[in-house]
């Protein structure tokens, strides 16, 4: 099953600027970023030159032994059994992270010979370089790359209604006979998330116990790399942490609590390995802003914090939520305090906007689930798992702070007036679109 992913632009974005450096891909593991790479370079190079340094770690001994890049490219061109060719070649070194002098390398690269065109993907790079790994800094380009969004699932999952929601330019209610449809598909991602193989299993196998394995397997070697790369003192940390969230999640008040974790567990205590999962792309990490004002990091407020899943479908399944309530009306929208739909639009907002979401609270008062910047403008978002939308919060926080506009997602229609936009929750990754329609 072959499935359209939007990164391919940026990919090639990359290949045909001038000024382009060595490339780094981050991600978490198996979102697809050797796929990707791999795909980039049959389509887009005459060859492809591919290295993993995990399953190959007699590769390091080039990097040890030389910075030079003609004499390491030579070395490589011999494994590779095939010449590597400048501009012409795609060089893609897989599971960087493992090898220091190899990230390093790409300094010289990018000094000496930029005619090489050199593609990196680690999943575990963030962790290595909060370790203080050698890291060439300046000298690399970087492309985040995550989940299959909500837009490429339905590209794949129904062409037809991804043609439609592509081709919606206007702030007008979708017809029925789209609309439902379009919250069906939702409801199955939902259930398998954005996992390429949790994605290909339940769309092309069309086999609900095959997604549930999958999805337990990813669970299980996010596990074992607990325990592969991290500190004897840490595992266990890190294991509780990551066990907890969906109880985190399932709280009236989504705050961050590490008595949640265990029963008398401190902040310095489970500080670090909090930031080893961020640091692995496996959670986000949301900050309180104290001052909805420009720009949103200058007001964070670090002691008080929301974590989310990089995943939905990964969430659905820690949170040992059977997918058979997919036939329940809304149910799986709804359930956990509306905490799958938060977690599902937060992964749509941190893809298109390049400052993260906050989210604020007023003591007891209100709390709005989140805030963007987005063009001088700091726009509040309200998440609603059902077509419920009345809400005390974000009427506390336009009174306050009176926002050009306000944006709500729910399970209604396209709706503006007064200041609001309503996007359906199945339309989180055209909110920048629409944000700039309502702006007009």
């Not at 970023?33 to 190079?45: C, H, N, P, V």
């Not at 659905?316 to 905490?339: C, H, I, M, Q």
Request: glycine share 4%; charged share 25%; hydrophobic share 40%.
């Amino acid at each position: 099953m072959q499935i359209k992913r939007e990164i391919i632009q940026q990919l090639v974005a990359w290949k045909e600027n001038p000024y382009s450096k060595p490339l780094i891909l981050q991600g978490a593991r198996q979102v697809g970023k050797t796929t990707i790479l791999k795909e980039f370079g049959r389509s887009f190079f005459e060859s492809m030159a591919y290295f993993n340094f995990e399953k190959q770690p007699a590769l390091k001994q080039f990097f040890q032994q030389t910075k030079e890049p003609l004499q390491i490219i030579s070395n490589l061109a011999i494994v590779n059994g095939k010449p590597i060719q400048p501009h012409r070649t795609l060089i893609i070194f897989d599971e960087i992270q493992e090898c220091n002098d190899a990230l390093n390398s790409l300094k010289y690269f990018a000094e000496e010979a930029p005619e090489y065109k050199i593609v990196s993907a680690g999943s575990l790079l963030g962790v290595a370089m909060a370790r203080g790994a050698s890291f060439p800094v300046g000298k690399v380009d970087f492309i985040n790359m995550y989940a299959l969004s909500f837009a490429e699932f339905l590209s794949a999952a129904d062409p037809t209604l991804s043609d439609y929601i592509e081709s919606l330019d206007k702030i007008n209610a979708i017809p029925d006979i789209f609309f439902n449809p379009l919250k069906e598909k939702l409801k199955m991602y939902f259930i398998s998330g954005g996992m390429p193989e949790a994605v290909v299993a339940l769309l092309d196998r069309q086999d609900i116990g095959a997604t549930e394995e999958v999805l337990q397997n990813i669970l299980n070697a996010y596990t074992l790399d607990f325990s592969k790369h991290v500190d004897n003192r840490n595992i266990q940390k890190i294991s509780h942490i990551w066990a907890s969230i969906p109880s985190q999640l399932a709280k009236e008040n989504k705050k961050f609590l590490y008595q949640t974790v265990k029963t008398g567990a401190r902040a310095r205590e489970y500080e670090d390995a909090l930031n080893w999962l961020v640091n692995a792309g496996l959670v986000s990490k949301i900050y309180a802003c104290s001052n909805p004002a420009l720009p949103l990091s200058a007001y964070d407020d670090l002691s008080s914090f929301k974590v989310y899943m990089m995943d939905i479908g990964l969430l659905r399944r820690l949170s040992e939520l059977d997918p058979s309530v997919y036939g329940d009306k809304n149910r799986l929208l709804t359930e956990f305090k509306e905490a799958f739909a938060e977690n599902f639009i937060l992964s749509g907002l941190i893809k298109q906007f390049e400052s993260k979401p906050r989210y604020w609270r007023s003591g007891n008062m209100a709390e709005i689930d989140f805030l963007i910047q987005h063009q001088n403008q700091v726009i509040p978002i309200e998440v609603k798992s059902d077509e419920n939308i009345k809400s005390r919060s974000l009427s506390v926080y336009r009174k306050h702070y009176s926002p050009d506009l306000s944006l709500r997602f729910s399970l209604r229609n396209i709706d503006s007036r007064d200041g609001f936009l309503n996007l359906p929750l199945f339309m989180i990754d055209y909110t920048r679109k629409f944000i700039n329609i309502a702006s007009q």
